[in-house]
């Protein structure tokens, strides 16, 4: 493990998925190809744990014998990489031009609204939801455009913000 301190049970099974996965690699200490396995190891890091605290990136360096500093450059470099938890559905607001000309500010005003959480922040208290903006999604043409997870929103108005976030209340 990474660390000296008592893990809870879950987050010692965190450590032991992670840890299959790295000896899955077969890399031998002085492999050359650890540093360019650093990505992989990263993706499937956030997919066990749900983001990249310290201390997982510090158990990555440690295992792959990079520096700390690597690590942390990569999660920071890489926008896919998260270093604060995240909800269970993501809701992304495009802030881009087209999205914003038809009114996403006003549709991401009425998800923090209706949630209590501001854009890019902590998620929601029950874990559900996290909010975020982002610049353009490429789909101009269904402006404004909302992503929840890796479904997207076409033509949204503040009211079907509303009824996209309680159809995934519903869900749970």
């Known amino acids: 493990m990474c660390c000296e301190k008592k893990l809870s049970e879950a987050a010692a099974e965190k450590f032991a998925e992670l840890d299959k996965f790295i000896d899955s690699l077969n890399l031998a200490a002085d492999d050359e190809r650890r540093r360019g396995y650093l990505i992989q190891v990263l993706h ?3 997919d066990i744990f749900g983001y990249l605290p310290r201390e997982v990136q510090i158990h990555v360096a440690k295992r792959l014998t990079l520096s700390e500093a690597a690590v942390s450059g990569v999660v920071s470099f890489y926008n896919y990489f998260s270093t604060k938890p995240k909800g269970k559905y993501c809701i992304n607001v495009c802030l881009g031009t087209a999205c914003y ?9 009425e998800i923090e609204r209706v949630l209590g959480v501001k854009a890019d922040t902590d998620p929601t208290p029950d ?5 975020s903006a982002l610049r353009c999604v490429g789909a101009c043409g269904l402006a404004p455009v909302v992503m929840v997870n890796e479904k997207v929103y076409g033509k949204v108005t503040p009211a079907k913000a509303v009824e ?6 519903k869900l749970g």
């Open 101 to 109: 000309v038809k009114g996403s500010e006003k549709v991401l005003s």
């Open 44 to 46: 499937r890091a956030q």
């Open 164 to 169: 996209i976030i309680n159809e995934y209340k």
């Open 127 to 131: 874990g559900l939801f996290s909010v």
